[in-house]
């Protein structure tokens, strides 16, 4: 018993701290439990309403089967998710201490009952559980098979984590979590914005909610989800020892047989490590062009930036969540349900070009500690920066591309408001020809304004405040990156302007001549631009080398 007691304080300690020594993140965690707990109430009224003078009785009980079930999903994909840094979730290091497998794998139970996860997602269940039940008893009924339902999804995701120990602990599936993170976001969101409101605003979202619980039938899965079974324990007259009973007997199984596993971890037979295998790329056919016809320092600069882009994980999570907040700022109008939806479009292709700036004001700072060998080369700065925004453009208008059409796309269809195909297609052309005068801008201010970049956890690219920048510096790079787009915005004025001019669908011909003219004042802004960054790069290489790497 006290080995379990002194391991269930390791994990509370290891849980505080993240949080010791940082009092503002402290304080940003307290005020999200709040609002946490606070959403949670509401959400627990909602329930208790729709339960009491809205929904039948079939939709209620449809709407406990689908928060139990979504629930249990959350729970045990969570942890997973960040493996690698909840360290009191690999048991293999305890393996060097006189600690019992039982003692390790129920205080690790214990401990996820007061974990973050647990904190944000147990009110989920609990609340609602208990508000609709209409006397004391049923009440603490309803809290403890929660409570025992919680336990038996904990014991699931322990013994998920210790049969896939080896796995989890790889390299290439934490940057795989770590960019499914945010893609889970996006389609929640997208989720709750077509299951809450479909086609007709605000003001349907409750009739929608009750169709799409009339629809759902889960009655022939009862006999094989547990979750079911704790659902269906919990409306006001149920047979709660029926589903008490059967969850009992499967939290007792999970037990055992996570001390099983436990302790087959512990005496070797679970492999704590695995080798991954080196998975060979295809060249794509700009770095093949780029080998053949550009010169072989620029080639070989771009070769290594493509290879640190696609190797690093944080540039990808980066983006995904970029393009989610775009995404959300695009679609935001049919949410929102303005008068105008079509406009959020608009906006939300203006926000891609600004945030991608933002990301190029630390194009020398991406490789971190890399870029010490790229500093000594025999290369010019020109060179570097060159093979850096050929790797940069590659990425970045294909992105563009496939991005400005989809949105329009998803907008046209859920607002059922129409965008012209000419602006479509005018807009799509100006994100992606005014790369290049964004890509001037940002070497230049990057090459003045060196910052060091972290690139640890999922705040991709944030700011190093070892250099005492605090908000001042935040202001600047935000100062920045609306001065990174100035040269874009007069390239895409160039190529407006027949638009605007004629007021209406332009000539052809003009429309081709302004977008080549367009393209040759971007590519000019680079040239010069750039021309004036690599001089500057040359004059100060160590001292950028110092600031940019840690």
């Known amino acids: 018993m006290a080995h379990f007691w002194i391991l269930l304080r390791l994990r509370i300690k290891l849980g505080l701290r993240r949080y010791s020594g940082r009092k503002g993140l402290m304080i940003l965690t307290g005020l999200a439990l709040l609002f946490w707990l606070g959403f949670s109430l509401w959400m627990s009224l909602v329930v208790a309403s729709l339960h009491e003078h809205s929904l039948a009785p079939r939709a209620s009980q449809t709407l406990f089967d689908l928060t139990a079930l979504g629930a249990t999903v959350l729970l045990v994909l969570s942890p997973l998710l960040g493996f690698r840094s909840n360290e009191f979730m690999d048991v293999s290091k305890l393996f060097a201490y006189p600690v019992r497998p039982t003692a390790v794998f129920l205080s690790t139970i214990a401990g996820n009952f007061v974990s973050g996860t647990a904190v944000l997602l147990l009110p989920i269940l609990l609340i609602p559980a208990v508000s609709v039940q209409t006397t004391p008893a049923g009440a603490l009924s309803a809290g403890l098979i929660t409570l025992l339902f919680a336990f038996i999804v904990f014991c699931t995701t322990q013994c998920i984590t210790l049969l896939l120990l080896n796995l989890l602990a790889s390299r290439r599936l934490s940057e795989l979590l770590a960019i499914l993170a945010p893609v889970v976001g996006l389609g929640l969101y997208a989720s709750m914005r077509f299951l809450l409101l479909g086609e007709g605003g605000m003001e349907r979202s409750l009739q929608n909610i009750t169709a799409f619980l009339d629809g759902v039938q889960l009655d022939h899965l009862v006999s094989f989800l547990p979750p079911l079974w704790y659902s269906r324990a919990l409306p006001p007259g149920a047979e709660a020892w029926r589903g008490a009973t059967a969850l009992?007997?499967?939290?007792?199984?999970?037990?055992?047989?996570?001390?099983?596993?436990?302790?087959?971890?512990?005496?070797?037979e679970i492999a704590m490590t695995t080798t991954e295998a080196t998975a060979k790329r295809r060249r794509s056919l700009i770095s093949a062009l780029a080998g053949r016809l550009l010169p072989h320092g620029v080639a070989a600069i771009h070769k290594k930036e493509m290879l640190v882009?696609?190797?690093?994980?944080?540039?990808?999570?980066?983006?995904?969540?970029?393009?989610?907040?775009?995404?959300?700022?695009?679609?935001?109008?049919?949410l929102w349900g303005t008068s105008n939806e079509s406009t959020g479009f608009y906006g939300a292709a203006a926000l891609l070009v600004f945030m991608q700036s933002g990301f190029l004001l630390n194009s020398l700072g991406l490789e971190g500690s890399g870029f010490t060998q790229t500093a000594a080369l025999p290369l010019k700065g020109r060179t570097i920066l060159s093979g850096k925004n050929l790797a940069q453009l590659e990425i970045l208008g294909i992105v563009n591309l496939l991005l400005v059409p989809g949105l329009a796309a998803a907008t046209s269809w859920l607002s059922g408001e129409s965008i012209p195909i000419i602006d479509v297609a005018m807009i799509t052309l100006i994100d992606v020809v005014v790369l290049p005068a964004v890509l001037g801008s940002s070497n230049l201010i990057s090459v003045l304004f060196p910052a060091r970049v972290g690139q640890r956890g999922r705040r991709a690219l944030g700011q190093d405040r070892t250099g005492n920048e605090g908000c001042v510096g935040s202001v600047a790079r935000l100062i920045f990156s609306f001065v990174a787009v100035i040269p874009a915005s007069l390239v895409a004025l160039v190529i407006a302007w027949p638009v605007w001019l004629s007021g209406s669908v332009p000539n052809p011909l003009a429309l081709t001549l302004a977008a080549l003219i367009g393209l040759a004042v971007s590519v000019a802004f680079w040239l010069t631009l750039t021309h004036l960054a690599s001089k500057h790069l040359e004059r100060t290489m160590q001292e950028t080398l110092a600031k940019v790497c840690p």
């Not at 882009?309 to 049919?334: A, C, H, Y």
């Open 309 to 334: 882009l696609r190797r690093e994980p944080w540039f990808k999570v980066l983006f995904l969540q970029q393009i989610g907040l775009v995404l959300f700022v695009g679609l935001g109008s049919t």
């Open 248 to 268: 009992f007997l499967v939290g007792l199984a999970l037990t055992l047989t996570g001390v099983r596993l436990t302790y087959n971890a512990f005496h070797g």
